[in-house]
């Protein structure tokens, strides 16, 4: 068993900018736990909340709040580790929270399947599968993802007009959510009542995995997952780019 226990927050970003797919972060990082090995820091679970941490909760168990659950924010072990350590990590973190924080009843996340990815670590780690959520991203012309919500704040709209206008593709595909309980037996029976979620152990698999490709004229499916780079140039240019460039691409 890996020994887990917190970690800086600065190092488990830089972590996760070194070996997760993703170099974006959610809005409220909380409580970071990890471990070290020999090599230096070796894994690590950012655990906090989405943008609405008390309409999420509330929408799978109603009689929660928001200091009732964690969201997993972020996992990532480094490369050369066993393919195991994330499961490993994930019974960790689960231990120290009902050592540390036994007010915590429900830990909660998505699998990135529009990533490719159907959840198996949380598959292997007994967490139980809720169902999935249609969601969407946008690509550059060099593979690069662009945030639904970076359209809204930065360009003010995610209308086709919008997208089109700045030479991005539209993908659609599944998030895949999945919760394991820190509770006993008889509070998780009646959690699982009240839940408007059918939680399951049916888990999804890769033949699961189906994506929607719409470059403005009209959306195809496919079952072969589109290619996402993560280099960071969108973000910069269009950051430093005035607004004025796109200020007629933001009336539609």
Known sequence: MIAVDTVPLKQAKQLCLAYHYSDIFPPHCMVCLGFYDGQGIGGVAIWGW???????????????????????????????????????????????????????????????????????????????????INTEIYLTE???????????????????????????????????RYCQFLCGHKQRKKLLGE??????????KHDDLVWRIDAG????????????????QFRQSAFHTPLPLFAGLTNG
């Not at 709209?157 to 993908?171: A, H, N, Q, Y």
């Not at 499916?221 to 280099?231: A, Q």
């Open 50 to 132: 989405g943008v609405r941490p008390k309409h999420t909760i509330q929408l799978l168990f109603p009689s929660l709040d928001t200091p009732d659950y964690w969201e997993l924010c972020r996992l990532c072990c480094r490369d050369d580790l066993p393919r195991n350590t994330e499961s490993q990590l994930l019974a960790g973190c689960a231990d120290w929270f009902r050592q540390n924080q036994p007010e915590r009843k429900v830990l909660y996340t998505w699998a990135d399947g529009i990533r490719g990815k159907p959840g198996y670590v949380y598959q292997g780690s007994n967490w139980l599968y809720g169902g999935y």
């Open 195 to 204: 839940s408007p979620i059918n939680w399951t152990k049916r888990y999804p």
């Open 142 to 176: 060099n593979h690069e993802p662009v945030h639904p919500r970076l359209m809204i704040t930065r360009f003010g709209s995610r209308s086709k007009e919008v997208w089109t206008g700045m030479g991005l593709r539209r993908i659609r595909g599944k998030q895949f």
């Open 217 to 232: 004229e009209g959306s195809r499916e496919t079952r072969n997952p589109p290619r996402i780079e993560r280099s960071g």
